[in-house]
């Protein structure tokens, strides 16, 4: 995850976008994974009030600027990164797929935050939705980057909705960068593993079921104390699981004895 | 990227999409990356004909399938995973982040598409926009995964557009793994994973115990149907071990019933 005074580096710039619904969205997808830096280029007055419907996309909205060329929103930026679908021109520009291209666009911002007191910043360009961005455009870019898609047979090359683009985009910069090294700790459900002793207990009135309710004579094969043993490790149980299965296991041979008394 | 035949192991599946722009928005996230297989749950005739505008989306919309109960759209499914923005409620599961998730469900996948002549598969089930999965939909999922999004200081905590976070976790599984800097995991005993279908066999076995038992009267606390449900989907049983449980249960039925009848 960047930090606050890094995601205030990267500035999201669209260029021609024409729909506010997809404006919105942009900025819904902004607001999510932290940014808050909207730059729309347009030779018209952008409609901004249509896209506040968007949710909670509010702030973004508030605080975006608009620019009449792509040179004027990206004059304060070292580096500018265009967003292309690959095929669809004969590119000039070194292309990157997005992981990759996301490393590189941490290291920059990291570098504009260490530069203390610049104002320098990382513009990630989007061109309309259905012309993406022009070959003049594109001049402005250090480099592209490019959403790998799946390349369907005899269909055009695909182009993904901005929206959900811009989503994919800004995820790889913030997704941790631990987890690339394969490494990373879950939350959620965390409960330790039960230790040997809880599975033993477990274990052992599971095999008291087995006999009560005549398992063991019906399945022999498969009531061999080493399997029983293996069958409960095989469950993963943790120490919140382990005493619900303990307290399940006792209130059937409870029942089946209680109920053979009778 | 996967291969075409494991493309075809990954369902999608969609509960309680009311609004046919975002499941035309999920199919085109599906056909950018190459994905086909999508599953709708709905209590009402799913409006496809509305959905079908969204670009490039008309041949997954055309091979949806809709299903009434998220139990029959998961039923052929080995690993079910639920997505989540996590602090919405009191997690239940295990919840890993979208990167992580990924490496299992690629692996699953495989395990799946190596079982030849199988007709497992993975499913990745998604809530409503509004609500999210409820706690019953959630029961029916072996773990959960969540994309990583920034917390705004006051703010509830946010939720992605429906089309936004599946192209993030459709992005996930097709990335390349070269870039992750390879992760594998290897163990000895590698049976495939038992399908719903069979959980909910074993499921429907140890609900008939609680109450042949009166466990459920005593311990009402643990013997609501989505906590079995998830109980029974913790102990990650496999095609080997679920009929052996099934088998247990079914004989610790019979004979406190026989029992009973004497």
């Known amino acids: 995850m960047l930090t606050d005074a890094e995601f205030d580096r990267v500035c999201l710039v669209l260029v021609r976008a024409r ?74 520009h070194r ?79 913030v997704r941790d960068e631990a987890e690339r090294g394969g490494i990373s700790e879950s939350n959620g459900r965390t409960f330790a593993l039960a230790d040997s002793a809880a599975l033993e207990r477990t274990t052992a009135l599971l095999r008291e079921v087995l006999e009560e309710t005549e398992y063991t004579r019906r399945h022999a094969a498969n009531s061999d104390p080493a399997q029983v043993r293996r069958l409960v490790r095989r469950m993963g149980l943790d120490v919140v699981d382990a005493p619900v299965w303990t307290g399940i296991l006792r209130q059937v041979v409870w029942k089946l004895r209680g109920a053979r008394r009778e």
Not at 29 to 43: C, I, S
Not at 54 to 78: F, P
């Open 95 to 173: 292309l990157l797929p997005a992981a990759e291209a996301a490393v590189r666009v941490r290291e920059e911002v990291r570098r504009c935050v260490d530069a203390d007191g610049g104002t320098a910043r990382v513009a990630l360009l989007f061109g309309s939705e259905k012309t993406g961005l022009s070959n003049e455009e594109l001049s402005h870019c250090h480099w592209l980057l490019t959403i790998p898609m799946y390349e369907h047979e005899g269909l055009r090359h695909p182009s993904m909705n901005l929206g959900q683009a811009v989503a994919v985009c800004l995820y790889e910069l």
């Open 19 to 92: 729909n506010p619904s997809n404006i919105g969205a942009v900025a819904r997808a902004m607001h999510d994974f932290g940014f808050r830096r909207l730059r729309v280029v347009n030779e018209f007055p952008v409609p901004f009030e249509a896209a506040r419907s968007a949710v909670d996309a509010s702030a973004v909205l508030a605080d975006a600027v608009g620019y009449a060329s792509v040179a004027e929103a990206v004059a304060d930026c070292t580096l500018v990164v265009g967003t292309t679908a690959v095929g669809e021109r004969d590119l000039q």
